[in-house]
Nanobody, 123 residues
Framework: QVQLVESGGGLVQAGGSLRLSCVAS????????MGWFRQAPGKDHEFVAA???????WYSDSVKGRFTISRDNAKNTVYLQMNSLKPEDTATYYC?????????????????WGQGTQVTVSS
């Protein structure tokens, strides 16, 4: 059974940093494409970042240069390092497994999702 568990969210002031973790079980992230999405209140899920099995990475324009996605195969964990946080980054952040490498930016291309971790950035 596949399970994804996120952690690391919290309350931080604008300009601060957080590192989110997504521990996977029931799948091996070293041969899997993984992504991070976020959902702010009243809005749809928004693509944030993705990493493929070759460690190529992609980012949304809104986080490029501030966020970094990475993975530790030995820990079967995917990370999202978030720097220079802004109030508009406030959302629930989810990690998910991608099933279509040609649709990394699309929510429908992900099948297994974690429960989410809340990130709140105060101004």
């Amino acid at each position: 059974q596949v399970q994804l568990v996120e952690s690391g969210g919290g309350l931080v002031q604008a300009g601060g940093s957080l590192r989110l973790s997504c521990v996977a079980s029931g799948l091996t992230i070293s041969n899997t494409n993984m992504g991070w999405f976020r959902q702010a209140p009243g809005k749809d899920h928004e693509f944030v970042a993705a990493i493929d099995w070759r460690t190529n990475t992609w980012y949304s324009d809104s986080v490029k240069g501030r966020f970094t996605i990475s993975r530790d195969n030995a820990k079967n964990t995917v990370y999202l390092q978030m720097n220079s946080l802004k109030p508009e980054d406030t959302a629930t952040y989810y990690c998910a497994r991608n099933t279509d490498p040609f649709a990394l930016f699309r929510r429908v291309a992900y099948d297994y999702w974690g429960q989410g971790t809340q990130v709140t950035v105060s101004s």
